[in-house]
C-alpha cells in the first residue's frame, strides 16, 4: 500500500473524507454503519504495515498489537485509544480538507464559503501557531480532526515503531472506537479482549495539554402533563402542557448555570431538546459538572422550578427521569498518580511544556477509568471542533506522535 509512507498530516487528509458520523437518534450500534468504512480501512492498512492481531469486531471496535520488542519483562501494555465517528452537530459529508503551509496569521477564508472566515481573533490558540501547517475543511463541513487526527498520530506512531526498531517499548495495544460523539463509544467495548494495563485517549486539544479531569454526567428530562380539550369549548378546561413548558423554560436562570454562560470548573444545566403537544411536553437537559455530588444540586433546582411552574397552571404535573451518563475520571485517575506523571515526563524530555487541563466534556477514557482502565486524554491539536471553523495543526500532531513514542519509552525505562 503506498499510503503506509504517508505523514500524519497525509493520513489525517485521507481519513477526513470518509463520512464517519454518528446519529443520537439511532438505536443501532454503532449508530451509523458507516463508520465501519474507516475501521476496515484502517485495519486493512495496520495488517499491511505488519501489525499484529488486527481485527474489527461485530460492534465495528478495532483492536491491534504491537509486541514487545524490550528484553525487560513486566512492563505495562499501553493502550492508544482514538474515536472513529464525528460529531452530529455539523455536516461530516464530503469534506474537503485544505493545507495551509506555513501559516503567517492571516484570516483563513475557507474556499466554498467564503463567509466561513477562521480568524485569531474567535481563535486565539491559532496565533501561537505561527509558522506551522494548519488543515482546515472548505467551509461547507467540519474537518474531523476530532478525532481522525487521534485516529492519523496513532496511525503514524504504529508505522513508526513497526519500521524503526530501535524504538523500544512494551506490548502496545490500538482501539479505534465507534459513537463517542453520542455517548456510547465503549457501550459494547470487550474488556478481557482489549486486555492492557494503562490507556491513553488522543483526543485533546492545544500541544502539551493532559486531561485527567471530566465532568460527571446525567442526563434529565422533565415532562409536563396538561388537560386535552376542544380548542372551541376549552374554557375552564384546558391545560396546555406546551404552555406549561414554555413558562418553565422561561423561568431558567439566564445570566448564569448555562454553557453559554460558564467556563472552567464551572458546572451547567443545558436544555437541547424540546418536545411538545397539547397534552404533554418535555425538557431535555444534560446535566454537568467535574464534582459529582454537585449534580443533584443542579437537577433540585430544576424540580423546584419545575414544582413552582404547575403551581401557576392548575391541573398541571410534571415527572422526572434521570439518567446517568459518565463521572468525573479523576476519581480513578487520583488512584494511579503515575500515569499522569509519566505522560507529563515524557512531554518534558521531548522540550514540550505541559499543561494539565479540564475536559469540559467527556471522552471515551471517561467510561474507561470506570470500566478498570485508567485513561487521561492527550493533545492531537483539534481545535474549534464540531465546527466548519475546525482546524489542527500538523506540527501539533507530529508533536503527539513523539510523545506517545517518549511514553513507551519512559514505561520501558521503568
Not at 439518567?323 to 475520571?329: L, V
Not at 474549534?384 to 506522535?401: G, R, T
Amino acid at each position: 500500500m503506498n499510503d503506509l509512507g504517508q505523514s500524519v498530516a497525509e493520513k489525517l487528509m485521507r481519513y477526513v473524507q470518509v463520512d464517519t458520523q454518528s446519529d443520537p437518534e439511532s438505536l443501532t450500534f454503532p449508530s451509523t454503519e458507516k463508520q465501519k468504512n474507516l475501521s476496515r480501512m484502517l485495519v486493512k492498512e495496520l495488517i499491511a504495515m505488519g501489525v499484529s492481531d488486527v481485527e474489527m469486531d461485530e460492534w465495528g471496535y478495532v483492536f491491534a498489537t504491537i509486541p514487545s520488542n524490550s528484553s525487560k519483562e513486566n512492563i505495562p501494555t499501553i493502550c492508544f485509544c482514538s474515536h472513529v465517528d464525528t460529531a452530529p452537530d455539523c455536516s461530516g459529508a464530503n469534506v474537503k480538507p485544505i493545507l495551509h503551509k506555513n501559516y503567517l496569521g492571516q484570516d483563513i477564508i475557507l474556499p466554498d464559503d467564503p463567509s466561513q472566515v477562521v480568524t485569531v481573533k474567535e481563535h486565539p490558540y491559532l496565533g501561537k501557531r505561527i509558522g506551522d501547517d494548519i488543515i482546515t475543511a472548505s467551509g461547507l463541513t467540519l474537518l474531523g480532526a476530532d478525532d481522525k487526527a487521534g485516529v492519523a498520530i496513532i496511525m503514524q506512531l504504529a508505522h513508526e515503531l513497526i519500521n524503526d526498531p530501535s524504538h523500544i517499548h512494551g506490548d502496545v495495544r490500538i482501539l479505534f472506537t465507534p459513537d463517542e460523539e453520542v455517548g456510547r463509544g465503549v457501550d459494547k467495548l470487550d474488556m478481557d479482549k482489549l486486555n492492557v494495563d494503562i490507556g491513553y485517549t488522543l483526543d485533546g486539544g492545544p500541544r502539551g495539554s493532559l486531561e485527567g479531569d471530566t465532568f460527571s454526567a446525567n442526563s434529565m428530562t422533565i415532562r409536563f402533563k396538561g388537560v386535552s380539550a376542544h380548542p372551541g369549548y376549552a374554557k375552564g378546561k384546558m391545560v396546555n402542557a406546551v404552555k406549561v413548558m414554555s413558562y418553565f423554560i422561561n423561568q431558567l436562570p439566564q445570566a448564569a448555570f448555562s454553557p453559554e454562560t460558564t467556563s472552567g470548573s464551572q458546572g451547567f444545566v443545558h436544555p437541547y431538546n424540546l418536545k411538545g403537544q397539547l397534552e404533554e411536553s418535555s425538557v431535555d437537559f444534560l446535566i454537568r459538572d467535574f464534582d459529582t455530588q454537585n449534580l443533584e444540586k443542579h437537577q433540585k433546582v430544576l424540580a423546584d422550578l419545575a414544582e413552582a411552574t404547575i403551581n401557576h397552571f392548575e391541573g398541571s404535573s410534571f415527572e422526572v427521569e434521570v439518567k446517568e451518563q459518565y463521572r468525573n475520571m479523576r476519581e480513578v485517575l487520583a488512584e494511579h498518580p503515575h500515569i499522569e506523571a509519566n505522560a507529563l515526563q515524557a512531554m518534558k524530555r521531548i522540550g514540550i511544556e505541559p499543561q494539565q487541563d479540564l475536559v469540559r466534556g467527556g471522552t471515551d477514557g471517561s467510561r474507561l477509568s470506570f470500566m478498570g482502565l485508567p485513561c487521561p486524554n492527550l493533545f492531537t491539536g483539534e481545535m474549534a471542533i464540531h465546527s466548519k471553523h475546525e482546524y489542527v495543526s500538523v506540527q501539533d500532531m507530529e508533536a503527539a506522535v513523539k510523545t506517545c513514542m517518549e511514553i513507551l519509552k519512559v514505561y520501558e525505562e521503568g
